[in-house]
């Protein structure tokens, strides 16, 4: 007999294989093409006679212009989530951290019809139980039972706003597997953990792939005696393994990927081997059912991203990322205007997120900005000292090397274990240098703000984003004690009404970053 053990993560509202920019750029993705290969191994694994659980591993809800339209515009769809991840017929879903970023009565409304929907570690203050879902659940096929239990990853308050995580306990999902495997064990032949966050860890060796936190706790999972297998997301990775025997698989980003994992069972329903594989998704075709499904909602927001929006100019559109933040560019300046304008302050950063973003086009629509600023953030503005401001500049810092022929590269630590360019800011408002021929840590060498060195003793307002102001992306520099106010609005809709309220935008190419090399 075998078990296998499919999963999705990290969708993020990606249902159609359509990335919604136009000219598209990328079609190998999407939850119907998943959905396909979904159905075609469980009816190759039931037809075999074995048994199949399936998966889907969290951050379904967020993350697309489809899941902005929904939050915003029509709110009364949120049904459709159901109804799309009933179209697979998954065993259990998970929570994932983007789930939090329309609040916790959004995700209370959602998933207030999705019975298989398990969460053993976020916790109701006062209840001190599960805010939704339940902590595990138990299948029994074919004579095997299998347990599953779901957590996500504790470090969400450190990235969240308060409002949306009120009353609400994060416990750590190591303990509280600890405490469930204990309950469960006894009862069943197979015990899975099916966990939205990642690895901190190399998984053969477990030395250290990135600052260790309690975001990404998959290596301590798959330690805890009494696991047969770990599905993991969270990072968008690609991994497919076996670690001491048990096996895990994190499926990539937008449904590009499809997580296998193959457990062998001895006549007494015990693991005695086990497999690990990822699945591509994008030569796959998309599942026609799921299509119509969605399809009338699909026209509406494209609809929608097709409104204008007003004129940029011709000199923001990106086409080196590298280059862009090297050495800034109109459309990261563009950004950087519309925070300060918003909150009245003269200094601000922001991020390239990722090589994606394809800059503004003079003729701008919604789906510019959509397509563009990706993450739903609103503003905060913090009192940072000259001297934080620095320490800033010196994380920054970090994100260009030089190479054995002196030429500037982007550091690895960026990349590995997960592309971070999102942890990589670009200042307005003050001139700053960067000599990367000094050690990390000292490579700050002139700041200056109205052409006069910055008073690192003095207090200044400086605007970021929600999820940089919690210090996220080790910036422990900043903190929300540290907040003077914030501009509970996303940052994607303060760029739509600054370009409408500005009809005629021209910035010109900083000039306030120097690289010596």
């Known amino acids: 007999m075998q078990v296998s053990i499919l999963s999705t993560s990290d969708v993020h509202g990606y249902i159609r294989a359509d990335d919604f920019r136009r000219p598209l750029l990328n079609n190998q993705l999407g939850f119907t093409r998943a959905a396909t290969v979904i159905a075609a191994q469980q009816k190759q694994i039931t037809d075999s006679g074995n048994v199949v659980v399936t998966i889907e591993n969290g951050d379904f809800i967020q993350g697309s212009p489809l899941t902005n339209y929904i939050q915003k515009i029509v709110p009364e769809q949120t049904d459709m989530y159901q109804k ?8 259990v879903r998970i929570l994932g951290n983007h789930e939090f970023n329309f609040g916790r009565e959004y995700i209370e409304k959602v998933f207030s019809d999705t019975d298989n929907l398990l969460n053993a570690n976020i916790l109701d203050t006062q209840t001190q139980e599960p805010f939704v879902g339940q902590p595990y659940k138990i299948i029994e ?3 095997v039972k299998i347990g599953v239990i779901g957590l996500t990853t504790q470090f969400i308050p450190h990235w969240e706003q308060l409002s949306h995580i009120a009353n609400l306990i994060f416990k750590d999902p190591v303990a509280v597997a600890e405490r ?22 190399d998984l053969q060796t477990g030395e250290p792939l990135e600052k260790l936190t309690s975001e990404n706790q998959g290596y301590q999972l798959l330690q805890l005696p009494g696991v047969d297998a770990l599905v993991t997301g969270h990072q968008h990775r690609e991994i497919a393994d076996v670690v001491d025997g048990v096996p895990t698989t994190q499926p990539g980003y937008r449904g590009n990927y499809v997580g296998l994992m193959t457990l062998t069972l001895d006549d007494s329903n015990k693991r005695v081997s086990a497999t690990a594989q990822i699945l591509p ?17 699909q026209k ?5 991203l097709d409104t204008p929006v007003g004129h940029v100019g011709d000199n923001m559109q990106i086409t080196d990322h590298f280059a862009a933040r090297l050495h ?5 300046e563009l950004v950087n205007q519309v925070q300060m304008a918003a909150t009245d302050t003269q200094i601000s950063n922001t991020a390239l997120f990722n090589n994606e973003v394809r800059g503004l ?4 629509t919604q789906r510019d900005i959509m397509t563009n600023y990706i993450f739903p953030n609103t503003l905060v503005v913090e009192a940072l000292t ?21 030429e500037v590269i982007l550091n690895p630590l960026f990349t590995m274990p997960k592309v971070q360019h999102y942890n990589y800011d670009i200042w307005s408002g003050i001139d700053y240098t960067f000599d990367l021929t000094q050690p990390m840590g000292q490579r700050v060498i002139a700041i200056k703000k109205d052409g006069q060195p910055l008073d690192l003793a003095k207090t200044y307002e400086v605007t970021m984003n929600n999820y940089r102001a919690g210090g996220a992306g080790n910036f422990p520099m900043f903190s929300m004690d540290k907040a003077v106010r914030e501009v509970q609005r996303e940052t994607a809709d303060l760029i739509g009404e600054y370009i409408m309220n500005h009809p005629h935008v021209h910035i010109e190419q900083p000039t306030n970053l120097t690289i010596i090399k």
Do not use: C
Not at 300 to 304: I, K, L, S, T
């Open 84 to 91: 799309l991840t009933d179209a697979v017929s998954y065993d």
């Open 386 to 406: 000259g001297q934080d401001i620095k320490d800033a500049l010196e994380v920054n810092a970090r994100y260009f090397k030089l190479d054995d022929q002196g």
């Open 300 to 304: 509406q927001v494209n609809d929608w």
């Open 361 to 364: 086009t003079d003729a701008v």
């Open 281 to 297: 998704t994008g030569e796959s075709a998309e599942r026609s059912d799921i299509v119509s499904l969605i399809d009338p909602l």
């Open 328 to 332: 800034n560019h109109p459309f990261i």
């Open 180 to 201: 469930y495997i204990e309950k469960l064990r006894p009862q069943v032949d197979i015990l899975i953990l099916a966990y939205h966050g990642g690895f901190a860890e």
């Open 141 to 143: 096929r074919k004579g």
